[in-house]
């Protein structure tokens, strides 16, 4: 029988303390083994030889729940994986988790009665609830993303998110927010760039409304700067007409003069810019949070933008780069886009797992 | 030893009864574990709590067997994976699997003595005889799919299709009809959809030799509905010039007419139209089989045509949503494209293994 | 306990000897078991039935490491990974390993003083030396791939790739050459197909170098046939004008007349013409090899260039084919892009390691 044969191998190995040995039945163990780990490996025990400084980064402390599904396709997980997966962001210290957007079209994250009026479907599970009671047993603080009906990507208006999402904050903020604890602030979910129109107005109207309906929790924003990567409906990976780093602190700063008294945060991603404008573009957005007294986080991306699959997980390299950069400015914290498809041991990408033994062996954290 | 010490936490743990406890030790045994599982797992025991009736859709019991490739990259199974997915699919009531296509093009699934005369490639596995033997092994329907010959997705234009099949359907039959008793139909492979020239032609004279050959054994069809996700060919993830659903009820009938009496079976695909629609489609595809004797079919597609990688597992609620329209239209049976690569626990996409588990829990299928 | 359960069921499996018992209990043991090979799963010792004579094609005994990506997604792979990797090539008789390129771009393999003053990153792990010392831990030759700016896809021209490689060559050769008896050749890394401007120069000029520092290593190039596959930046999977046979042997025999005298060996790539031009294409091929005295080896891709997922692991009938093509047109040697993504049973597509096993069966590899 296989396991036997395999068991036996595994003994006379440990016998004969062979170091490289290249034998049949070695592999035959290997090979039957190749889901798990195997004692027999005589490669269990390296460790990586790292030629640079290890920690000298900003540690990600925060990731995006990516409920529901937009461009990224759906792992159909159920509660004991989500259970899981908060235990692996918690062992590498996340302490803060963003559901991207309680609903995205007719998908919705929670049975929202505003939405279901609207035609939106039902949700076979309740993922407000369980995050939030998730984020309470791990001891996270949980942000709500708020409703993405999908109509500002079709047609550059924000008028259509500002009145759903009335609705929206108030019953979620009677349905969740006065019953956990873990209910810790919001994401104000639309993902704009420079000049879109009325992004000062949507973004100013949509983060008072949060903030007045629950005592003033903290909210933040995530935007993209348009830079060379910011392909979006393209075929290519980058692109001539990329922002300079003048005109999106000219544009950054009007946007935040006007919002920073209802929008505590603000994390720009980090992938549409090219590694080495990394310290340009994070040492302004840093200059600008401190002139109107706001938090600057960055959206350290852990998906790839530069292959022709999209997505997968990010070269660990590219992270770290990111990562370094964002300390370097004095950033005040690093979240993700996003753990659970990116760097979940779990993760239906086998990379993503190697991507946080990585990150951990960077970051000595056991 | 890692594995001495994760044991030995294993044990700790055991004895102390640690239910949320996030310590390194935990996540060295979850992490050694991430491909296994782990019985120090504390979250090993936790349903979902679903929030919609359960079991409440029509159960998939077919399934198309997608070999040999077309857009779908291959899995390279043996015998020994292909005998565990059809224990897979049995477990979950499967009892029809489908093979989609004989051969296509150049490539062919059995080594077909008229198409290797036409310098088609010889296969290294007789898959037909093999998913015959495995069908009788698990008491299931084989459905032997026609040849396609690409030459109607190049030219728009059946003939070859039928010409070829001519030949193809005759030697099947010797080869395996009369040797197997699960060889139980005939899937007759054109994906077509309305207006196509000369379909109603084709799937007549394909679907009558079929029968005369085989003592009327039982064929079918599965067409496209010329709906929104009808976009195969282009970039986009939908279309403008969806048909209506008036367009599709008349050129539908115009076919039905035509084949009745050698098609009993129609499974339309169920992925090029929208959540909202299937009831309103759903409806005119049963009244049409009633109005002419066929049996309605659904092909509920397991397969997610939202997302950008093309394609990855659907997400479960869209796969309820579909089942769910069904049972309420009061079709006949339900298949999926397909099983091995979107739905099967051993699949190379992990999703799938979790839609499984999702599907069985829904059902609640132990 | 469910663990506890499926023990008590394997034991009652084994007693009652039930071979193709399709019971829940069964099921729960292969699913909590479906990411290790359970040993209750009764297709266990299943066998593929092979219909082709095995061992019938040149078999693999190089691959190229695709360090750093270009356009395939990373792994994340640690050292530890790596080892594993090697002893999963050895097993099947890998002796050659070949660093694709030493730099891409701003992104390098090792800490290149010259590439570094250029600007270039610096890279958390030295893969030169590691790549290295796994080769002489496993007996393999390691072949140094040149440096690749970017340039020549930019604008077409090779004397960037020149100049940069002047320094790299030498400097790499005092860093490792003169410490690793592993250290087997070099790899002119210039992906051209014919008719590329300054190809000949560039070569010459290229493998002259290496040779001269190297006390006369060997060196190859890869370049691909201008086949019908040969799609790079397009949607398309395959276009119309494709390179002629003919056109093929006046313009290679040119570029070997002028390079033969310092390029050892030329691997053309094998994924870019159709599976039934592989015989005449191979033999000019060979004839042209024959003809300066160069070695003729044949890159046998291992990714699938028919799909729309670009890339996964190629469908091994397809491996199969190519594999014999050589054999038949007497190639040296046969080696692949690549072992880690599209072969090896740890890769994060796994449909590779049933390739891998499928690989084995055909050769008869234990």
Redesign the interface.
């Known amino acids: ?3 036997n044969n395999r068991r036996d191998f595994l003994k006379k190995a440990a016998l004969t303390g062979a170091s ?1 040995l ?1 034998a ?1 039945s ?3 163990a ?8 195997s ?1 027999a ?12 400084p290890k920690n000298n980064g900003l540690k990600i402390t925060g990731t995006f729940l990516d409920e ?2 937009h ?11 989500w ?2 997966d908060f ?2 962001m ?2 590498i210290g996340i302490d803060t988790v963003i559901m991207i957007r309680s609903g995205y079209r ?2 919705m994250t929670y ?1 929202s009665p505003y939405l279901l009026k609207k ?1 939106c ?6 993922l407000v ?2 995050y939030l009671r998730l984020a309470e ?2 001891k996270m603080k949980f942000y709500f993303g708020l409703y993405d009906s999908g109509r500002y990507w079709d047609t550059g208006d924000l008028s259509w998110e500002i009145e759903d999402n009335k609705y929206v904050i108030d019953e979620v903020w009677k349905m969740y927010g006065e019953k956990y604890k873990s209910f810790g602030g919001w994401y104000i979910s639309g993902e704009i760039s420079r000049a879109t129109k009325g992004a000062i107005d949507a973004f100013h109207s949509m983060g008072k409304q949060c903030k007045d309906v629950s005592n003033g929790l903290p909210t933040f924003i995530s935007p993209w700067i348009d830079g060379k990567k910011a392909i979006m409906g393209t ?1 290519k990976l980058t692109k001539e007409d990329a922002v300079s780093v003048q005109q999106h602190e000219k544009e950054w700063n009007e946007i935040f003069d006007g919002i920073h008294d209802v929008v505590d945060a603000c994390a720009f991603q980090d992938g549409h810019i090219d ?2 404008e990394l310290d340009e573009f994070f040492t302004v957005n840093k200059k600008l949070a401190d002139k109107y007294g706001m938090k600057c986080w960055t959206n350290a991306e852990t998906l ?1 933008r ?12 590219k992270l ?2 990111k990562l370094e950069a964002a300390k370097r400015a004095g950033y005040d914290k690093a979240i993700t886009f996003e753990f659970s498809h990116f760097m979940s ?7 993503a ?3 946080y ?2 990150y951990r ?2 970051f000595e954290i ?1």
Chains 1, 2, 3 share one sequence.
Request: no cysteine.
């Open positions: 029988m296989e396991t490289a290249v049949p070695l592999f035959a290997n090979d039957e083994g190749r889901r798990e780990s004692p490996d005589m490669a269990g025990n390296l460790e990586s030889r790292l030629i640079v529901i599904s461009d990224i396709p759906h792992q159909n997980w159920g509660e004991k994986e259970d899981r235990q692996y918690k062992r007719k998908f049975p035609g479907y039902m949700p076979s599970v309740d609830d369980m047993k791990y075929d590694y080495d790839d530069d292959m022709l699959i999209r997505f997968l997980p990010i070269k660990f390299d770290r780069m041991p779990q993760s239906a990408y086998l990379q797992g190697h991507l033994d990585r062996e960077y056991k």
